[in-house]
Each structure stands twice: as structure tokens, then as C-alpha cells.
């Protein structure tokens, strides 16, 4: 059978095969010796190494067969490969050059610097042929979208149209010779792996990049020679060398253009250059660029001894004349912009950051004022609850909170984000040989690593060796043991025969263990998510979610009963562990829960007199477990609700007094100074008009938020916004009472509200008593509204003196 049909077949038949026993399944020996053996028949692959993979215990959603460079990595873990990937549904095969993300997960690179390492090796190494970018492998698992995402280019085969096996070859042999200059530079970096990603980050790029290093440097320079050398004090930067950057000189300051972006730099204004004395930091002097609604994007400049030390980004007010710090902040140093290198990964990242959207897209800067709101809420205790209507910003200060509390700065070994949740003993046991490197273990020694003793912990199990030690004898090579009770896996063997006492993994437990280590660092805890969780709550939610509470599990064939800690207790033993870091809690829609079924007695716990360490220390024994429980001081509690939901005062009495509220109400002052008008429209105006209408037929509970109205800047998105946010919202306040709905928009022409009188003929004149006692006139919502009665309506909104029937 050619490779071509056998790539064809396994494509094709893994979807079903996958629904059957995975132990023993045939597909495996396709992936792991038919295709492989095919391989090195076709090609001369001596000096690689080919492993084929279905899964590790279970079908991976994405089987896959790798080819490796020995001199490069031996593992999909890490480094750079070449892989047949397939995808899920059987449609396709990817012959993809590809990265370990394995690596670069455990090494804390973020999704974004991911992205940006693949995107430097496909610019360094650029495909010569019709290769794809992005491949779709039809799977949700982290380990697929991570192969998704460091897949630096690939050939993509239709499986109802797979290519001979000459074209193939030839598309591995493209591969092949890429992949042989890549591993070259690995090699000219030591073969060492961290410097290879380092050294990468400082290749020639886009030259946008470099227009900003000589931006950086010119700029910089002349801000150290303003403050030190009264003779060479300019006012410019002068149009040499920035010849293809639209050089101009604009009164005060100068103009250039890097990648479409025109920026203003500002070194002289009234008789100043920056800081007198040479230290700290002044508007002066400056780079900013334009982001709408009078406020810029800007880079300041902080001194010491009169010398540039670093620079950071702030947002410039041009109403207010004043700056919103950032929290982005970058060393000089770091930056190497007087080098003669290529940019570095620390400069590209300020670009990408200093120009990024997430500037230009945020409109709800000063939303929150958000460094007194959040003060404010640490000084009045532990425990708060941020309450108001609808659209009122509540998840936007939960953000910001998050960022005053320092978690986005804050950082934590990898294995403690282990969701241990997902693994089982076999799992963990090969993340022990793991992080031995593989080499030989004693049962005693495996159960006394790290990671085993807190897997130990998440299972309540004081003496794990006797599991241990049978889960690796159901595991073991027939030569290793002369238990009648063996899987035939053949992922662990005995050194030294049946007398000895180390055990080690087999070839097959290597590969193993290597796909294992993929999966769970693919699906552990984000470092945001590690000192950060929300929940929501709602009717069914209780203490067996929150606290803890008695669970069945199913593992290895066998029902197991045990004690699982609900979310609140285990985010509680995570700060125990790091009580020098923030921990925030969020309960979002706070006022649906049952507090009294969810908290149970440990609603006294979370009072800041009787924290952990505090003075009224207070702990209690739980039911389930028998353990004694208590919530340290570094969490911060923070609820969320809705007051069209419930009122306060209907809320939990023992709640109410544990929790601090802190009123979020709507502002039409935000809208005015975030959206202004739109075409003439008076945005602000508009809402509040809605509100005092709504007040006053219902409550101020009950109003419409100003976050509906941020992020919009047409008549097109405003439109959507009252059909799709406000009049569903009106509807549900007054229970569909349109008459008060028409009140609140004054529609008063029947734009959105149509009246229309009863239809009574349809009854007979029997049933005449009955229809008289029905309201003759009954409405309609009107769809398909066109754009020029949609502005004649929203102008009306702010009119009280005409009526019409």
C-alpha cells in the first residue's frame, strides 16, 4: 500500500475506530509502525527519529505522526519538528513544520508571544511553497488548538484528494531543508534551546521595527543631551534619517510616520526640556500619537542623574491636561535602542504594546476612576459587593481591581497550576519520572516527589504507595513482574530484573509520559486564573460546590467515593500557600444564590476580624473531610449583582452585614466625554431622559446603564443597541407594559410602539360582556425600522411638549 493510501486510510478511519477500546486498537499500528516504516522506506530518515501517537490511556481528539532531528529535541514537547497532524473529522492531513508550545506554556510565554515567535520563524525562514498558516484540526482540546497555534507553516491534504506519494516526499524534502537551517542556528546558539528563542526574538524583522529603534535611540539621545550639554540642546531631531518616515517640522514639535501611524515628538516647550534637577519624570519630553476623543497615546520619559532610565505609557487627557498611567513600563536598559543589533524582544514588544488596539478601542479610560474606587474599597474591608442596574461598568471595575491588587504582575511555579483535577495516578507517576528527567525511581522516591504529594493532597490520600505501586505493576512489562493482573501496556519495566527495586519507563511509557506532559500544561491554570476565580452564582448552586461535599468517581474501571473541595475552599488552600500574594474571589450575581445553603457556617469566616492571622483568628471543622478550615487574609471577596434583579434590602441579612456595597449608577457624564454625538444625536442627553422617565414610573433600580452606549460611533450601532439592548430590557422592567415602555422613549409617533385597536368581531356576540372588559387598544413592536425614522425617533427621545395619537 502506497503512503498516500495509508495517510488516506488512517485519516479516514480514525473517527470511527476512536469509538472503540483504545487498548489493543489496530489504528495505533498504523500510526506507529505502518506509516513510519513507510517513511523511512521512501526517504532516507537515519538521522531522525519517527514516533506515531493516538493518545496517551484514551484516543487523542488529533493522532499525529512526528518526525524529529535528534540533534534538535526527541520530544513534540519542545524545540522544532516536522509532523503529519490529522485532524478530527477525518477531512484533512497537515504535514506541518511545528514547535514544541509544551516549552513555551512552561516557560510562561502568553498566548501573544506565542504567536509572535512563530511569526519571526516564518519571516526568518519563509516557506518557499504553497503552504498554510493556520490549520484547523476540528478538535476543542488544548493540546490541538496548541498545535494550531505553533504550527509555523504546513501542507495542507484534502483526504478525498491525498497527493502521490512523490509530491509528498517532495513537500518533506521542502520541510526537511527548512528545518535543517533552522536547527543550524539552534546549533550556532549552543543547542540550547533558550537562547535559540532568545537569539530568534533579535533576527532581522519588520522594518517598522527598526524605524522605531532609530526613533527610540535619536529620541532619547537628544533628551539626555537637552538635560546635560547646553550646546548640543535642540528642539528637533532634524529630518536626517528619517527620510522614509514623511519627516515634517510642526511648530513645537516634529511629525514622522511609522507604518501608517502619525506621531508627534515633543522635546522643547517654554523654556523646558523636562525635569530640572535631572530626576524623576515630566510631561516633557515626549512621544504621542492620536486616539480620538482628545486623548494620546504617549511615551514619558523617567530620569536619573539627568540620563534616561526608562520609559513607560500613559494615556494623555487633552481636556483634563493630565495623565492615566498604564501600569507599562520598560527599562532602557533592556531595550538595547543603542545597539547595533536588530530589535530586540523587549522593543518589540513596547511597539506592539505602545501601538496595540487595546488603546485605540478602549473608550472607558476614565470610566471608573478607577484608582480612588478601588482605594476607597480596600479601606472599607475585605468583602464588597459592586451593585446597580444593568450596563453600569460592574465587570469593568472587577478588571480593574484585578490590577490594583497587583494579580496581572504576580507569577507562581508551573506544577502548582496544575489542574489535578484531570489527572489520574498513572498521569501523575509519569510526571514524576518527569521531573527526575526520566531517570530511574524507587516507588518510595516517586511517591515522595512534589507532585505526587500534592495529588496526594486533591485525593485525601494520606498513604499513596500501595496505589503507586499497582498502578505501575497493571502497567509493567511481563518480564518485570509475575502478577496475573497486567494491562499489556508495557509502560514501565523493572531494573534489574524481578529483584530489582527501581522501575523505569519503557520506550512506549516515554511517549507516554512526553504526551502527558503536553495535556496537562496545555490545560493548567492560567497565571491569571491561578490568583484569580469567579463564579456565579444561581438557585441550585450550593455548599457541596462551594465548600465541599461527597462525590463518585469512576478510575481505572472502579467507583470511588471521596470528598472533592468545592471552588471557595480550594481557592482558599491555594492562598494558604502564597500569603505574601493577592488572591480575588468574585461571586458574580451575588443576590441569586442561596447564602445560607452555600455558605453554611462558614459565613462568620470571611469576616476581616476573623481572617486567618487576624486577632479573632476563627477556623471550623468541616463536615465532609473532618478538616479545619478558615479564610486567610490575602483574599479578597467581591460580589456583583444586578438591582433590577433584587434589591438590597431583600438580600441576606447575615450577608448585607459581612459585605460593603459600593453603588454603581448610570452616567450620562461618562457617554458625553467617551461618545459625544453622533450625527448631531446627543448621546448623553438621550440616556438621561430614558432614566428620569424610568424613575419615575418605576424606580432607580431599574435604569438603563451607560455602557450600552460606549464603544459606538454610528447610527448603525446605535440603532443596534436599542433594538438589541435597551427595548428588551424596557420590556422586561414593566412586564411588557408598552404603554409605559412608549412613555419612557416617547414615541409618541409610533415608530417603535405601534397601537392598533382590538380585533372584538372575531368573537361571538355571546362572549359580548367578556370582550368589554378588555382594553380595546393593544400594541405591537415594530421591526425593520429604517434609518431615517430611526433618527427622527432617537431626536424625539429628548422632547416633552407635543403629543401625537
Request: charge should be negative.
Amino acid at each position: 500500500m502506497s503512503l498516500s493510501s495509508m495517510l488516506e486510510e488512517a485519516a479516514k478511519q480514525y473517527p470511527n475506530a476512536k469509538k472503540g477500546q483504545f487498548s489493543g486498537a489496530q489504528i495505533g499500528n498504523t500510526f506507529k509502525v505502518k506509516i513510519p516504516n513507510e517513511l523511512k522506506h521512501l526517504i532516507d530518515l537515519s538521522n531522525f527519529m519517527i514516533r506515531g501517537s493516538i493518545g496517551a490511556g484514551q484516543f487523542a481528539a488529533v493522532p499525529w505522526i512526528a518526525i524529529m532531528d535528534k540533534e534538535f529535541t526527541t520530544s513534540t514537547q519542545n524545540g522544532i519538528y516536522i509532523v503529519f497532524l490529522f485532524s478530527s473529522d477525518g477531512k484533512r492531513v497537515y504535514l506541518s513544520l511545528n514547535q514544541g508550545v509544551t516549552y513555551l506554556n512552561s516557560h510562561n510565554y502568553s498566548s501573544e508571544q506565542v504567536n509572535q515567535m512563530t511569526k519571526l520563524l516564518r519571516e526568518k525562514f519563509p516557506s518557499t511553497s504553497n503552504t498554510v498558516d493556520i490549520i484547523d484540526l476540528n478538535a476543542t482540546t488544548s493540546l490541538a488548538k496548541g498545535y494550531e497555534k505553533s504550527n509555523i507553516y504546513a501542507f495542507e491534504y484534502n483526504t478525498n484528494n491525498i497527493p502521490s506519494d512523490d509530491q509528498i516526499i517532495s513537500n518533506l524534502s521542502d520541510l526537511l531543508y527548512k528545518y535543517s537551517l533552522i536547527k543550524d542556528f539552534y546549533i550556532s546558539e549552543g543547542s540550547n534551546i533558550e537562547k535559540f528563542y532568545l537569539a530568534l526574538e533579535r533576527l532581522p524583522i519588520n522594518p517598522k521595527y527598526r524605524d522605531f529603534k532609530n526613533l527610540l535611540s535619536r529620541f532619547i539621545e537628544q533628551a539626555n543631551n537637552n538635560l546635560t550639554d547646553r550646546q548640543k540642546r535642540k528642539t528637533t531631531l532634524g529630518e536626517n534619517g528619517f527620510e522614509n518616515n514623511r519627516f515634517q517640522r510642526i511648530n513645537k514639535f516634529d511629525k514622522i510616520s511609522i507604518d501608517g501611524v502619525d506621531l508627534r515628538i515633543y522635546l522643547f516647550s517654554t523654556a523646558s526640556y523636562g525635569p530640572k534637577n535631572g530626576e524623576g519624570s515630566s510631561k516633557l519630553p515626549y512621544i504621542c500619537y492620536d486616539l480620538g476623543n482628545k486623548k494620546w497615546a504617549s511615551i514619558r520619559v523617567t530620569f536619573l542623574n539627568s540620563q534616561s532610565k526608562s520609559i513607560r505609557i500613559v494615556i494623555w487627557d487633552e481636556e483634563k491636561n493630565s495623565d492615566e498611567e498604564t501600569g507599562y513600563n520598560y527599562e532602557l536598559n533592556d531595550l538595547q535602542i543603542f545597539s547595533d543589533a536588530e530589535p530586540n524582544g523587549a522593543l518589540i514588544k513596547l511597539y506592539n504594546d505602545f501601538f496595540g488596539k487595546k488603546w485605540r478601542t478602549n473608550k472607558q479610560t476614565d470610566i471608573e476612576g478607577r484608582d480612588g474606587e478601588v482605594k476607597k474599597m480596600e479601606s472599607i474591608g475585605w468583602n464588597r459587593i459592586l451593585c446597580g442596574p444593568p450596563g453600569t461598568g460592574k465587570t469593568y471595575s472587577i478588571d480593574s481591581y484585578k490590577k490594583e491588587l497587583g494579580l496581572t504582575e504576580q507569577h507562581v511555579e508551573t506544577d502548582a497550576k496544575l489542574n489535578y483535577d484531570t489527572l489520574t495516578w498513572k498521569d501523575v507517576i509519569y510526571l514524576a519520572f518527569k521531573r527526575n528527567e526520566k531517570k530511574p525511581m524507587t516507588v518510595k522516591q516517586i511517591e515522595q516527589s512534589d507532585i505526587v504529594i500534592q495529588y496526594a493532597k486533591t485525593k485525601k490520600s494520606k498513604s499513596p504507595y500501595g496505589t503507586i505501586s499497582t498502578t505501575i505493576i497493571e502497567n509493567a512489562t511481563e518480564a518485570s513482574t509475575t502478577t496475573t493482573y497486567r494491562k499489556g501496556t508495557d509502560l514501565f519495566e523493572r531494573v534489574g530484573g524481578l529483584s530489582g527495586k527501581q522501575w523505569q519507563l519503557t520506550e512506549e511509557g516515554e511517549i507516554e509520559a512526553d504526551e502527558i506532559e503536553d495535556v496537562v500544561v496545555q490545560e493548567s491554570i492560567s497565571e491569571d486564573s491561578f490568583f484569580y476565580s469567579l463564579v456565579t452564582f444561581h438557585q441550585s448552586y450550593g455548599y457541596e460546590d462551594f465548600i465541599e461535599g461527597i462525590y463518585a468517581e469512576t478510575e481505572e474501571g472502579r467507583i470511588h467515593y471521596r470528598v472533592k473541595d468545592g471552588v471557595f475552599k480550594e481557592f482558599c488552600n491555594r492562598a494558604k500557600s502564597y500569603p505574601d500574594q493577592n488572591f480575588l474571589f468574585v461571586i458574580d450575581e451575588i443576590n441569586r444564590g442561596n447564602i445560607s445553603k452555600i455558605f453554611g457556617e462558614l459565613i462568620t469566616l470571611i469576616e476581616p476580624t476573623k481572617r486567618l492571622g487576624a486577632k479573632e483568628e476563627l477556623s471550623v471543622v468541616l463536615p465532609y473531610s473532618g478538616e479545619q478550615f478558615g479564610v486567610p487574609k490575602n483574599v479578597y471577596l467581591l460580589g456583583t449583582m444586578n438591582t433590577a434583579d433584587r434589591s438590597i434590602a431583600m438580600m441576606d441579612t447575615a450577608l448585607r452585614r459581612r459585605f460593603s456595597f459600593v453603588e454603581k449608577m448610570p452616567d450620562s457624564n461618562i457617554v458625553k466625554k467617551e461618545v459625544g454625538d453622533i450625527e448631531g444625536i446627543n448621546i448623553a442627553k438621550v440616556l438621561e431622559c430614558m432614566n428620569r422617565r424610568i424613575e419615575f414610573l418605576y424606580d432607580r433600580e431599574h435604569t438603563i446603564g451607560h455602557a450600552f452606549f460606549l464603544n459606538i460611533s454610528t447610527i448603525a450601532e446605535l440603532k443596534e443597541v436599542f433594538e438589541n439592548k435597551v427595548i428588551p430590557l424596557l420590556q422586561e422592567y414593566f412586564f411588557e407594559d408598552y404603554e409605559k415602555i412608549q412613555a419612557v422613549l416617547n414615541d409618541t409617533y409610533n415608530v417603535y410602539i405601534d397601537r392598533l385597536k382590538n380585533d372584538s368581531t372575531i368573537f361571538s356576540h355571546h362572549f359580548g360582556q367578556l370582550v368589554n372588559d378588555y382594553d380595546s387598544i393593544r400594541y405591537s413592536l415594530k421591526k425593520d425600522i429604517s434609518r431615517h425614522e430611526f433618527i427622527s425617533f432617537v431626536n424625539h427621545i429628548t422632547e416633552v411638549d407635543d403629543y401625537h395619537e
